[in-house]
């Protein structure tokens, strides 16, 4: 039975891998406006409201959270809300 289980979380962290890799991609090919220092900003109603995005992932909030615990990006809270949060600036940091 762990060896399942174990099956299973590796799948899904194959999925998350995936799922930020994209995201990756959309904010520095797309989205994100490129600062001076490598990063790249913009906004959560900007990623949230993009149709493309809205396509690609399943659970953006969840994704968001994922690449914030890995460092690959920063934003102020923890979680965010379509219309509360829409002016918060997501920061993808310089690799």
């Given amino acids: 039975m762990p060896v399942a289980l174990f099956a299973h979380n590796e799948i899904i962290e194959m999925n998350v891998d995936h799922e930020i890799d994209l995201l990756k991609t959309e904010i520095r090919e797309r989205l994100g406006e490129k600062r001076d220092d490598g990063s790249?900003?913009?906004?959560?109603?900007t990623l949230f409201s993009d149709d493309r995005c809205a396509n690609i992932f399943e659970a953006l909030v969840g994704t968001l959270k994922a690449a914030k615990k890995r460092k690959i990006i920063k934003y102020d809270g923890e979680l965010l809300l379509?219309?509360?949060?829409?002016?918060v600036e997501i920061i993808l940091l310089p690799e």
């Fill in 82 to 87: 379509q219309g509360v949060h829409d002016k």
């Fill in 40 to 45: 790249y900003v913009l906004t959560f109603g």
